[in-house]
């Protein structure tokens, strides 16, 4: 999932580098040309901080599914199935 998320990350970047790519293409934009210009600058702006919120969250799903593998326990409960019914099986440390 981390992962998923590092590669939305990497597609909002290249979105907004294409962006500010494409304006600094075109020096001075006429009055027809600034409500677009305007807009791609939004878009970039908008792109460039979803690149950033993205590899972050991905960061932290990935460091957690570390931890949560470093960490792994085996529960303290256990249900074994017997040939005449079950055993329930605990398990407890101090």
């Known amino acids: 999932m981390g992962l998923g998320l590092a590669g939305f990350g990497i597609g909002q970047q290249l979105t907004a580098s294409d962006a500010a790519n494409l304006l ?9 040309e600034a409500p677009a210009v305007s807009l791609l600058q939004k878009r970039a702006a908008a792109a460039s901080g979803l690149a950033v919120g993205s590899f972050i969250g991905a960061a932290v799903l990935v460091a957690g599914g570390v931890v949560a593998l470093i960490f792994d326990t ?4 256990a249900f074994a199935p ?9 398990h407890f440390s101090f």
């Open 24 to 32: 600094k293409a075109y020096s001075v934009p006429t009055s027809a």
């Open 74 to 77: 085996p529960a303290a409960v």
């Open 82 to 90: 017997l040939s005449g019914g079950g055993a329930l099986v605990a």
